[in-house]
């Protein structure tokens, strides 16, 4: 697995390998450390990676927690905090998340 599957779902330019490079990073210490010793078969685990990859690399357009972009009625709209906020339902039926997420 590499940062490349990031950086396609995520669009980035080659300009922002470094960044997607370190959100890989992080993404999969969170994804890895939170799954521990349980069994999650490869194609989850690779999709929980590039799921909250994509928070965190969101992260750099959203100061504050605040996104750059407004909604269509015009409110702000929040990021989440937890990158792994889009992996708990991901990873429920392997992880036995206890009513997280």
């Known amino acids: 697995m590499s940062y490349e599957l990031l950086k396609t779902f995520v669009g980035a330019s080659?300009?922002?390998?470094?960044?997607?490079?370190?959100?890989?990073?992080?993404?999969?210490?969170?994804?890895?450390?939170?799954?521990?010793?349980?069994?999650?078969?490869?194609?989850?685990?690779?999709?929980?990676?590039i799921e909250?990859?994509?928070?965190?690399?969101?992260?750099?357009?959203?100061?504050?927690?605040?996104?750059?972009f407004a909604s269509f009625d015009g409110s702000a709209i929040r990021v989440a905090r937890d990158p792994l906020q889009g992996v708990y339902p991901l990873l429920r039926p392997y992880v036995g998340l206890g009513g997280i997420g």
């Open 14 to 49: 080659d300009l922002d390998d470094t960044y997607v490079e370190q959100c890989w990073d992080e993404a999969v210490a969170h994804v890895d450390t939170f799954i521990g010793n349980n069994d999650v078969p490869t194609a989850v685990r690779t999709r929980c990676y």
């Open 52 to 68: 909250a990859g994509s928070e965190l690399f969101h992260r750099r357009s959203a100061p504050m927690g605040v996104s750059q």
